[in-house]
Nanobody, 125 residues
């Protein structure tokens, strides 16, 4: 079992940056692929980024490619999402997720079996 707690959300102006962190506990974390998803009001939960179990493979949604960077530190049990050049369309609740059934990065929410509670990111214009 994996417990996930996100932090780092907040209010930022367009063009600014934020860094989200996800603290994971549980023995399977280091063998699990991790992902970030986001959900805006009235919209479905969308894939943002994913990383494989050793951090060597990553995947990004087209909307964030070149602006966001996902990374992980297995020794510390953390996954981070560095978000740059933020725009109002990035406003959403951001969720950290763990796929304990596969070590490889995936972009489908159904592959992930553990989720954090979410952290709000608001980008003002």
């Amino acid at each position: 079992q994996v417990q996930l707690v996100e932090s780092g959300g907040g209010l930022v102006q367009a063009g600014g940056s934020l860094r989200l962190s996800c603290a994971a506990s549980g023995r399977t974390f280091s063998r699990s692929a991790m992902g970030w998803f986001r959900q805006a009001p009235g919209k479905e939960r969308d894939f943002v980024a994913a990383i494989n179990w050793v951090g060597a493979g990553t995947m990004y949604a087209d909307a964030v490619k070149g602006r966001f960077i996902i990374s992980r530190d297995n020794a510390k049990g953390t996954v981070s999402l560095q978000m740059n050049s933020l725009n109002p369309e990035d406003t959403a609740v951001y969720y950290c997720a763990a796929n304990t059934r596969s070590p490889y990065e995936r972009n489908w929410a159904g592959d992930y079996d553990y989720w954090g509670q979410g952290t709000q990111v608001t980008v003002s214009s």
